[in-house]
């Protein structure tokens, strides 16, 4: 069975521009939640999607968003990107809401200069 | 809020030395407890779990007991190998009365390095 899959897994990007990363979860899995993960602040949670629904999220400015298409594929999005958004972002999947058993990606590396 | 507090890293030992890794935690019902583990350039793997108070999670040799009188979840192995090296994360999942959620609370990460 094919893991989490996470794409670009590496990017670079300027101040201000905006980014999009993209994540599909195991087949099967309807649930997808992303993290930030920072030398300086750790894991932290940003949202969580399940059938195509927002149903939690983190706190962090509205440049921060995301959504799940139907297919559960799931996408997160930052806009006018700051220095302080470079960390690695990481996207676990899982069969439902309440699952024991969460299934990391790889990350995205977002770099910003 | 809900919060977890780990031991701070790094922490070396040779092979074969017995590890713990101390993690407590502080959030209200019955929060269910991981340890989950990442070697260097990976995401992270679930390495145990345990849902309930008095459960003991194990998983390749690693051990925890989710004790809810001292609200601690401390990692143990009995004997490491240098392929234990990588950063181990305790983390919580809270118990939202109804509510339905996979968000975890995560410690700040213990890098472990086992030494030949």
């Known amino acids: 069975k094919a893991g989490v899959t996470q794409t670009p897994r590496y990017l670079i990007k300027t101040r201000g521009q905006q980014v999009t990363l993209s994540c599909s979860p195991i087949?099967?899995?309807?649930?997808v939640s992303w993290y930030q993960q920072t030398p300086g602040q750790g894991l932290q949670f940003l949202f969580e999607y399940f059938s195509e629904t927002q149903r939690n999220k983190g706190n962090f400015p509205g440049r921060f968003s995301g959504r799940q298409f139907s297919n559960s594929r799931s996408e997160m999005n930052v806009s006018t990107l700051e220095l302080g958004d470079s960390a690695l972002y990481l996207c676990a999947s899982s069969l439902t809401t309440v699952s024991y058993e969460q299934y990391f990606g790889p990350g995205t590396r977002l770099t910003v200069t | 809020g809900d919060s977890v507090t780990q031991m701070e890293g790094p922490v070396t030992l040779s092979e074969e030395a017995f590890l713990t890794i101390n993690c407590t935690y502080t959030?209200?019902?019955?929060?269910?407890l991981f340890w989950y583990v990442q070697y260097p350039g990976e995401g992270l793997q679930l390495l145990l779990k345990?849902?309930?108070?008095?459960d003991k999670g194990s998983n390749k040799g690693f051990e925890a007991t989710y004790r809810k009188e001292t609200t601690s979840f401390h990692l143990e192995k009995g004997s490491v190998q240098v392929s234990d090296s990588a950063v181990y994360f305790c983390?919580?999942?809270?118990?939202?009365?109804?509510?339905?959620?996979?968000?975890?609370?995560f410690g700040t990460g213990t890098l472990l390095a086992v030494q030949p």
């Open positions: 345990a849902t309930k108070a008095d």
């Open positions: 959030a209200t019902g019955y929060p269910s």
């Open positions: 087949s099967g899995h309807r649930s």
């Open positions: 983390a919580l999942r809270a118990d939202n009365y109804g509510g339905a959620t996979n968000k975890l609370i």
